[in-house]
């Protein structure tokens, strides 16, 4: 099947280079393009994309906010956050909000193609270290109301389920999660769901900050 691809970013360069490398790809399809996070909101109720390539400092309405908006409306998009820095304080808000990952502005065709198509799939798109480095030092903006209401969930979960939210933390995929503890991939994704069902989460990588941010896992 296609993946349908929505770009919003406020250059115009960004957006046709980004459109001309991702239409080159067999397999996906940008449908449209927004210029700011409003017309974002938008074009993703009206397309209705599997992914959406989303700037986060853009007029009228940032990439956060944006993002915040389109998960809120539960829309089956999934945000795929740009940015020109990789530890970025945006960022970190932005997976807060919703979003699936982020990639660099800088990234290859192939990475780019790649990244769309892992956050297509309900995969997390975190590359481990910088990840860990984002929470790390960002992690001072979590609200503790937030972080009491998500410690106390964490209780609700199974020693299992613990492990695999530890793993997903770590950056493994369900197949790698399914290898290390030798059961079927099948087994972990009830995991994962499960997992995101008890602490209110919408997607692993959510359930990756809440790792972080509950310090069930530590950066090393």
Same mark, same amino acid.
Do not use: W
């Given at each position: *099947?296609?993946?349908?691809?929505?770009?919003?970013?406020?250059?115009? *360069?960004?957006? @046709?280079?980004?459109?001309?490398?991702?239409?080159?790809?067999?397999?996906?399809?940008?449908?449209?393009?927004?210029? %700011?996070? &409003? @017309?974002?909101?938008?074009? #993703?109720?009206?397309?209705?994309?599997?992914?959406?390539? *989303?700037? !986060? $400092? *853009?007029?009228?309405?940032n990439?956060?906010?944006?993002t915040?908006?389109?998960?809120?409306?539960?829309?089956?998009? =999934?945000?795929?956050?740009l940015?020109?820095?990789?530890?970025?304080?945006?960022?970190?808000?932005?997976? $807060?909000?919703?979003a699936?990952?982020?990639?660099? =502005?800088?990234?290859?065709?192939?990475?780019?193609?790649?990244?769309? &198509?892992?956050?297509a799939? /309900? @995969?997390?798109?975190?590359?481990?270290?910088?990840? $860990?480095? +984002?929470?790390?030092?960002?992690?001072?903006?979590?609200?503790?109301?937030? +972080?009491?209401?998500?410690?106390?969930?964490? /209780?609700?979960?199974?020693?299992?389920?613990?492990?695999?939210l530890?793993?997903?933390?770590?950056?493994?995929? %369900?197949?790698? !999660?399914?290898?290390?503890? #030798?059961?079927?991939?099948?087994?972990? =994704?009830?995991?994962?769901?499960? !997992? +995101?069902? =008890?602490?209110g +989460?919408?997607?692993?990588?959510?359930?990756?900050?809440?790792?972080? @941010?509950?310090?069930?896992?530590?950066?090393?």
């Amino acid at each position: *099947m296609t993946i349908r691809v929505l770009i919003a970013d406020d250059q115009m *360069m960004v957006r @046709e280079g980004f459109s001309v490398l991702l239409n080159a790809m067999p397999d996906i399809e940008v449908v449209g393009e927004a210029v %700011n996070g &409003r @017309e974002a909101v938008r074009r #993703v109720r009206e397309l209705a994309p599997d992914v959406v390539l *989303m700037d !986060i $400092r *853009m007029p009228e309405l940032n990439g956060i906010e944006a993002t915040r908006e389109i998960v809120a409306a539960d829309a089956s998009a =999934k945000v795929l956050v740009l940015t020109t820095f990789d530890l970025d304080e945006y960022v970190y808000q932005a997976l $807060r909000a919703g979003a699936s990952g982020f990639l660099l =502005k800088d990234a290859s065709a192939r990475q780019l193609a790649d990244g769309v &198509r892992v956050v297509a799939a /309900g @995969e997390a798109l975190l590359a481990p270290s910088v990840t $860990r480095r +984002l929470i790390t030092e960002f992690s001072r903006l979590s609200d503790t109301p937030r +972080l009491a209401s998500a410690a106390q969930a964490y /209780g609700e979960l199974t020693e299992r389920e613990t492990e695999v939210l530890v793993l997903i933390a770590q950056g493994l995929s %369900n197949a790698e !999660i399914a290898e290390r503890l #030798v059961v079927a991939e099948s087994t972990i =994704k009830t995991h994962v769901s499960r !997992i +995101l069902v =008890k602490l209110g +989460l919408r997607d692993r990588t959510q359930a990756a900050v809440f790792a972080y @941010e509950t310090r069930l896992v530590t950066p090393s």
